[in-house]
């Protein structure tokens, strides 16, 4: 069994900072993508940002010049650095990797942690 645990999320200012991680546990062969989803309420789920296990990177626009994702391989783990936060970033946060398992890839998701920017 696999699972993701993320970290990180809280209450901030407009304007500040915020890093949230995701390590992943359990039986498995790899990891290939990682990344980080948000859903705000009344909204669908939406990609913030995605990395591949050689560290190429994808961002949605809003967050373009603000998040940086990132992972440490060896640790099965990755990082979604947010700065200069909005209220619109307000969402629930959720992990995701692509995972080897018993010989196929299957999408797992974290649980999700809170993200409010809030003055």
């Known amino acids: 069994q696999v699972q993701l645990v993320e970290s990180g999320g809280g209450l901030v200012q407009p304007g500040g900072s915020l890093r949230l991680s995701c390590a992943a546990s359990g039986s498995y062969f790899s990891i290939n993508d990682m990344g980080w989803y948000r859903q705000a309420p009344g909204k669908q789920r939406e990609l913030v940002a995605s990395?591949?296990?050689?560290?190429?990177?994808n961002y949605a626009d809003s967050v373009k010049g603000r998040f940086t994702i990132s992972r440490d391989n060896a640790k099965n783990t990755v990082y979604l650095q947010m700065n200069s936060l909005k209220p619109e970033d307000t969402a629930v946060y959720y992990c995701?990797?692509?995972?080897?398992?018993?010989?196929?890839?299957?999408?797992?998701w974290g649980q999700g942690t809170q993200v409010t920017v809030s003055s």
């Open positions: 995701n990797a692509e995972v080897g398992v018993a010989g196929r890839w299957t999408d797992y």
């Open positions: 990395i591949s296990s050689g560290g190429s990177t």
